[in-house]
């Protein structure tokens, strides 16, 4: 790895939303015991564990997920790398957490990867083949597993001014079909990418990783 390689990966950062209401879960879904832990320290773990040197979760009013957060990283001993965004109204949706996550990001950051704190399954080596694919701040880049993209993206900083501009309950999802062959695919073993948790159910098939 060149001194290149080195600089530019520890600059990267990690985002993980985490201030949705969980309407069709009925409520309470970040903090739904998976596995012994809540379901939102799973996207938590795989951040951490991942080449990003700080980890912005945003947040909303719930004060269970905000412990829930807080004590996920401290277990790990990684409460150093956290910073808690707090997102003005999540009842926005998707792309004001989105927004205020990605204001929060340092100016040096080459790029970030964006996790949902509903999917708790994504293998920790999907985010570094993602950085091991990483060239610069014009990157955008996605796993694929069976052909079928899915979650997290990492953006390069390029985009970073585009995530900031972001609203309504889409997230980056526009902007991922609108990126055309500048989106690049990296193929992965890992059906972790597909698996949110909407539904009480979809636990049941969180335990078992599919």
Known sequence: ??????????????????????????GGKL?????????????????FLSPARRVFVAIGPDPAVREAVEATASRIAAADRLTLVQVEDPTEGMGA???????????????????????????????????????????????????????PVLFGATWFPALRALSGDEGARALLESAGAQLTR????????????????DLARAVEGR
């Open 1 to 26: 790895m060149t001194q290149r390689d080195t600089t530019q990966r520890a600059a990267l950062g990690a985002i993980v939303l985490a201030a949705g209401r969980g309407a069709r879960f009925g």
């Open 31 to 47: 903090t739904a015991p998976l596995n012994g832990a809540p379901l939102v320290a799973g996207a938590l773990l795989t951040a």
């Open 97 to 151: 957490s989105l927004r205020a996550a990605a204001q929060a990001l340092p100016d040096d950051a080459a790029g970030a990867f964006v996790l949902l704190g509903d999917m708790p399954s994504i293998d920790p080596e999907t985010l570094q083949r993602l950085s091991r694919a990483f060239e610069g701040p014009l990157d955008l880049i996605a796993p694929t597993y069976l052909g079928r993209r899915g979650h």
């Open 186 to 201: 990296i193929p992965v073993e890992d059906p972790g990418i597909h698996l949110d948790v909407d539904r009480p159910e």
